[in-house]
């Protein structure tokens, strides 16, 4: 995994992270999918308001 923009604060770029890693393992590809693609891209914003723990 990683960022194609970092948050700029180490804590939450570490906390996606972890967030992204719990959630593991993710199913395969289908079939069709990964022949005609060897790199998948998926973007995804992320917003933290003071509610959210990080830790």
């Given at each position: 995994m990683?960022?194609v923009?970092?948050?700029?604060v180490?804590?939450?770029d570490?906390a996606?992270?972890?967030?992204?890693?719990s959630q593991?393992?993710y199913?395969?590809?289908p079939?069709?999918?990964a022949?005609?693609?060897?790199?998948?891209?998926?973007?995804?914003?992320w917003?933290?308001?003071?509610?959210i723990r990080l830790y």
């Amino acid at each position: 995994m990683s960022f194609v923009v970092s948050s700029g604060v180490a804590a939450i770029d570490e906390a996606i992270t972890r967030i992204v890693h719990s959630q593991a393992p993710y199913p395969a590809f289908p079939p069709g999918l990964a022949r005609d693609f060897d790199v998948i891209e998926i973007r995804r914003s992320w917003h933290f308001d003071m509610a959210i723990r990080l830790y």
